[in-house]
């Protein structure tokens, strides 16, 4: 098992140490503690928080796309929501 320090994991995740430090206070990333200051994480342990918070990539609307959308439904749905997405008229 490969232990990891605060700072090493903050580096793969590109996030702050401190951030680190305190997703393992919330329980959000499993840790292990040797005594009240030392703190480590195992590399298994960072792959899956990083697969369990991960986010697939959405298509980006532009407004002709936005139009198309309007025609076929007859209505933006769930685009209506985002009125930066919608096609000016």
């Known amino acids: ?6 700072e090493q994991v903050a580096q793969i995740l ?11 206070r ?10 009240p200051r030392c703190v ?4 298994e342990d960072v792959e ?3 697969e369990r918070f991960r986010v697939e990539a959405v298509d980006v609307f532009v407004p002709k796309a936005c139009e198309m959308a309007r025609k076929q439904q007859g209505r933006l ?6 009125p ?3 096609a000016k008229r």
């Open 1 to 6: 098992m490969n232990l990891l320090t605060a």
């Open 14 to 24: 590109n996030i702050n140490p401190e951030t680190v430090r305190l997703y393992a």
């Open 26 to 35: 919330q329980g959000k990333l499993s840790c292990y503690r040797f005594g």
């Open 40 to 43: 480590r994480f195992a590399a």
């Open 48 to 50: 899956e928080f990083k």
């Open 77 to 82: 749905g769930a685009l209506a929501r985002f």
């Open 84 to 86: 930066s997405l919608q």
